[in-house]
């Protein structure tokens, strides 16, 4: 960015790192502000059940106390607005599966109460709500995960389908009363991978007032983690004339500190049954050259710039769009 001016309001839609022990660190937490990183999409579950949910709440307000210089709870967009102004990152709380419920659907309430602002429905496979990327058919949202739509609209938690089937994707679009994210996802027209999504989808998220973030996760590039900055502004790009300024956001998909063994569980078969086969990764973990961790995050907008984009656009696509889709999904 240009260097006598303040960087933008910079959210990430999706960062997955190592928040604490045994492999986080503080250095995690100092890269988001080093970044300048305003806040992220925390990832707090996975495979996890309610239990295993709320312990990891609990948790991250033992990271608070002890880290309240460097980040602060988000539940607001005020939230996310005063840690702009305080030059720390604001944390919100966001799930990748929407497991923790169970087969309850007042958790909704319970977990919005804890802080929880934005659940991606399913995870890779199915569950009771509807059917995710990797299942072997989709036939769409389930009779609950109507209801879970429903009630996530009313609650005030946004909708996140990044890593949801095609069908369920798009039947949460077109039942949703509110505009939905794909918080870190590209386009399978440029990169044909299931986890991508179809312009069918983005464009019709588009048109509802959603939000898609650009997905920087290198195993999804053709050229894996000899990946760089300019591959990931190229995707960034792509979506940009699909859909737009307005609708493009960022979603890292960092995955800071994290261990083999942790990839190794990410992509089993509902966190318990060993994939066959997991690409590897470096160790330690790196991301995309240009762009190896949070604090280089101003790269991105720099790169923007550099490609002839208007300052005023740069400050959607690096946060701004989030910020208008949290103001009004979100209820306090």
């Known amino acids: 960015m240009n260097g006598n001016t303040r960087h933008p309001i910079t959210i990430d839609g999706l960062n997955t790192s190592a928040w604490g022990p045994p492999n986080g660190s503080r250095g995690v937490l100092e890269d988001l502000v080093a970044g300048g990183v305003t806040a992220i999409n925390a990832t707090i579950a996975i495979w996890d059940d309610f239990e295993s949910t709320t312990a990891a709440i609990s948790d991250w307000y033992e990271i608070f106390d002890q880290n309240s210089d460097l980040v602060i709870p988000v539940r607001t967009v005020d939230d996310i607005k005063k840690a702009y102004e ?191 086969e997991v690409a590897e990764t470096p160790e330690p973990y790196r991301h995309l050259h240009g762009f190896t961790s949070a604090a280089e995050f101003q790269n991105i907008g720099a790169g923007l710039e550099k490609r002839g984009y208007s300052r005023s656009d740069v400050e959607k696509i690096m946060g701004g769009n989030w910020l208008r889709l949290f103001g009004e999904v979100w209820r306090a």
């Open 86 to 276: 305080t030059g720390r990152c604001g944390v919100i709380f966001g799930w990748q599966n929407g497991t923790p419920i169970g087969n309850d659907l007042r958790r909704l309430r319970l977990f919005h109460e804890l802080g929880v602002r934005i659940i991606q429905i399913t995870y890779n496979e199915r569950n009771l709500i509807g059917n995710g990327c990797y299942e072997l058919h989709d036939e769409g949202l389930s009779k609950f995960g109507r209801a879970v739509v429903a009630e996530m609209n009313r609650t005030g938690i946004l909708i996140d389908l990044s890593h949801v089937g095609d069908r369920t994707t798009l039947d949460a679009i077109e039942l949703s009363d509110m505009p939905v994210a794909i918080t870190h996802a590209n386009a399978r027209a440029q990169d044909e991978h299931p986890r991508n999504k179809t312009d069918e989808a983005i464009k019709l998220l588009a048109e509802k007032g959603g939000v898609i973030g650009s997905n920087g996760f290198p195993m999804f590039f053709p050229g894996g983690f000899g990946s760089t900055l300019d591959d990931y502004l190229d995707r960034v790009e792509y979506l940009v004339q699909m859909v737009g300024p307005d609708h493009v956001a960022l979603g890292s998909d960092l995955c800071t500190d994290q261990p083999r063994s942790w990839f190794e569980w990410l992509f089993s078969s509902q966190g318990t049954i060993p994939a066959k």
